[in-house]
């Protein structure tokens, strides 16, 4: 199942200090430092700019149970084995593990220190062949592996990490990582809606935890979907046995061809089987342990020996330069053959004839880390994939090189050096091959999943913010109080929803304030609600190319990928929404999710709560106008048999249960939203920490919501209000003057 989830959640924080163990003990091991201008230096030597991107330095372990970190039982009996990994200074941390075998009913867990990166539960059904187990990269340099062994498991799991990767460069950090002048000439796929489906078969890989790469998913004559992964040996350092240490990331793309936008990284794979390799081509074929599952939406690349390319013009490149998005570059001139030019120590031993060449591209270029990218014909059959170059917006001499699909196919009779025995499983390997070409797969054709969404081509995505005097954003935390927002979708057949993208402009990870998903049956405004979850975003903020730690949990400019633990049946008709939390303490903590903006007031398909009724944003009562939210469901044909009897007391929902209050000491005043059940006259006090009423007043019944209170920033820092309405109804709330 590769790094395919399986629900659950790691122990509470501080879960060993009420064990059994009832103990604090430092379980964390810290990593020797290394000279990182020292190893950006090493990369970037003369021969180190063609072949994958090195982002992280590697160390050799041997943690496990029995010789680091701490063990300890539960209450009900669980055994838990807890270590953490410290590396001072890394962007992000992966690991090796070396045994994965566990017994049923055992879950691993991988988080950063604040939770804002939870990985897991991983279980035996991740379990790759040889035992061997790499894990996308946690965000910052501090790692938590929570091991939860079930009291009766049949027998003691086996589990050992062997290797930890620092990432000193910054994985998925937020905007551009390129500092050279080059970055404008290398445009993201998303602008080129033609390369949409083929685009769907690029991936970007992480190799050996410290590696870039690019690989395509390819199909085979048998059309069985089975998930063949296509790049560059010397990715793989030449190395068969890495195979099963790499991870795919598909669908790392920025949407909408909006540059702000950091594509989503949930949909990662770890774990292949090298299926062949020949170093003198440099190609290398995996078979991934799992077929991506339906919400990934795959596409198994079409391939073709054809050797004319002049009427095959003109070609195509896509591919992840600097492990950046999905970006693409075309050639419209020539593409010839020619004899691999570099003889580096990282491609040494590739032989002559083996390589098309791409001598100056029309748009675009390669980059280190666009290694083993396709590289496509006009029908988008793929010819060959990446091995190096030097590529660039200038001048340059040699241009690129990829090998050549028809050398990779049976130059070498040995099944474990060719393509031809893997991807024309319906030839015996005895006979010559008649296929000479094969249209690409969609490996769910039958019921594909599609990602939809209620944005128009013209409309641009931003932010409304209320004018002053009021705050924040028309589609997040307000001085209106605004808490449930939702849009509305229809499609022409009865489909089950399987995810959900989020595109958010800002928000805070904060365990204390969580954004709820909701999915609501159809009609005039949201019905009964089907299903939940709490989105979990993982962000870091990235400013001229230095990293922040302060700002670790926080996000923006970024779209989240929700899955729901299982499809939910919605029918034809249905809206998606999301409850914030209030009342908010810092500007850190607000949260708004990205509309559209609209000249006109038509179109409008967005919808906002108002004292637990639901209105169209053309009926907002300060700012009506027509939008849609910045929400694209992924969904499919529903082939859901059981009925649907979800049923929610929404007791998550503040405004159904007590009055928010929010303090802005900038604007100096207090903002209370009363909900329906405290309607009438409510009376409010305001104490210091002595218990010294310092300022009451008498809230009136009113058609709005919202009050708010005349209270200028002092010097004091803690306060206590008392708010109680007609029915003796009491709520108390304290907050801090952060001024």
């Known amino acids: 199942m590769a ?26 091991v810290e990593m020797p430092s290394f000279d990182v201008d020292s190893a950006l230096l090493i990369d970037n030597l003369p021969g180190n700019r063609v072949g994958g991107l090195t982002f992280a330095h590697k160390f050799f372990t041997d943690l496990a149970p029995e010789n680091s970190g701490i063990n300890f039982q539960t209450d009900d009996g669980t055994k838990v084995w807890k270590v953490g990994i410290r590396s001072n200074g890394a962007y992000s941390l992966n690991i090796l593990f070396s045994d994965f075998d566990l017994p049923d009913g055992a879950k691993v867990f991988l988080y950063n220190s604040d939770r804002s990166t939870i990985l897991g539960s991983f279980t035996n059904q991740n379990r790759p062949e040889g035992g061997e187990f790499s894990v996308s990269p946690v965000d910052g340099d501090e790692l938590t592996i929570e091991y939860q062994e079930p009291a009766n498991a049949t027998f003691t799991g086996k589990i050992r990490i062997s290797e930890v990767n620092h990432d000193y460069r910054g994985l998925f950090r937020a905007g551009t990582r390129f500092n050279q002048t080059n970055l404008p000439c290398i445009p993201d796929l998303s602008c080129e809606s033609e390369l949409e489906t083929i685009g769907r078969s690029v991936c970007m890989l992480i190799i050996n935890g410290t590696v870039y790469c690019t690989g395509t998913l390819v199909n085979n004559t048998a059309k069985d979907g089975k998930p063949y992964l296509l790049t560059a040996s010397h990715c793989l350092s030449n190395n068969a046995s890495l ?153 340059y001499a040699n241009g690129d090189f990829f090998f050549r699909f028809d050398k990779a196919w049976d130059e070498f009779p040995d099944v474990n050096k060719q393509l031809k025995h893997w991807l024309d499983p319906l030839t015996p390997d005895t006979l010559p091959s008649n296929t000479r070409l094969l249209d690409g797969l969609d490996p769910y054709s039958d019921n594909p999943a599609r990602r939809i969404s209620n944005l128009m081509p013209a409309d641009s995505m931003g932010n409304t913010a209320l004018a002053s005097p009021r705050w924040g954003s028309l589609f997040g935390h307000n001085s209106l109080g605004t808490t449930d927002f939702s849009e509305h979708f229809s499609v022409s057949d009865s489909s089950m929803i399987e995810g959900v993208y989020i595109v958010a402009g800002k928000g805070q990870n904060n365990s204390n304030l969580p954004i709820t998903v909701r999915v609501y049956k159809g009609g005039p405004k949201p019905g009964k609600i089907l299903g939940k979850a709490i989105l979990n975003p993982n962000y870091l903020e990235y400013e001229n190319g230095s990293f922040t730690e302060k700002t670790k949990s926080y996000f923006s400019n970024r779209e989240n990928y929700l899955r729901f633990d299982a499809p939910i049946s919605v029918g034809t008709d249905f809206y998606v929404g999301y409850e914030i939390k209030y009342p908010i303490s810092s500007a850190n903590d607000t949260f708004y999710v990205y509309s559209a903006i609209r000249e006109n007031k038509v179109g409008n398909t967005a919808f906002f709560k108002n004292r637990g009724y639901w209105y169209p944003y053309t009926s907002h009562p300060v700012k009506p106008l027509a939008t849609s939210l910045w929400m694209e469901p992924v969904i499919a044909r529903d082939t859901i048999t059981t009925p649907n009897t979800y049923q929610e007391e929404d007791q998550d929902s503040l405004v159904n249960e007590r009055p928010i209050v929010a303090y802005s000491p900038d604007e100096g005043l207090i903002h209370i939203f009363l909900p329906e059940q405290w309607a009438g006259t409510t009376t409010v006090e305001i104490f210091d920490i002595a218990g010294r009423k310092i300022k009451e007043a008498v809230l009136q019944p009113s058609s709005s919501s919202t009050s708010t209170i005349a209270f200028p920033a002092t010097r004091e820092r803690f306060f206590i209000i008392r708010l109680r309405n007609e029915k003796q109804n009491y709520v108390i709330k304290t907050f801090l003057n952060k001024d």
């Open 3 to 28: 790094q395919i989830p399986h629900g659950g959640f790691p122990l509470a924080q501080g879960a060993e200090a009420s064990s059994r163990l009832r103990a604090a003990i430092d379980y964390f």
């Open 243 to 395: 195979g099963s240490r790499i991870v795919a990331f598909m669908n790392y793309e920025s949407p909408r061809c909006d540059k702000r936008i950091r594509g989503s990284e949930e949909f990662s794979l770890s774990g292949s089987i090298t299926r062949s390799l020949s170093n003198e081509v440099d190609f290398a074929l995996l078979e991934l342990t799992e077929t991506p599952p339906a919400d990934y939406r795959p596409y198994l690349a079409g391939w073709t020996r054809d050797t004319i390319t002049s009427n095959a013009l003109p070609f195509t490149g896509i591919h992840h330069p600097y492990g950046e998005v999905k970006k693409y570059c075309i050639e419209r001139d020539s593409v010839t053959k020619m004899d691999w030019q570099d003889d580096s120590s990282t491609h040494s031993g590739i032989g002559k004839g083996n390589h098309w060449n791409v001598h100056k591209w029309n748009t675009g270029h390669t980059w280190s880390g666009s290694s083993g990218s396709p590289l496509l014909d006009k029908n988008n059959k793929l010819r060959g994939c990446l091995s190096g170059g030097d590529s660039n917006c200038g001048e």
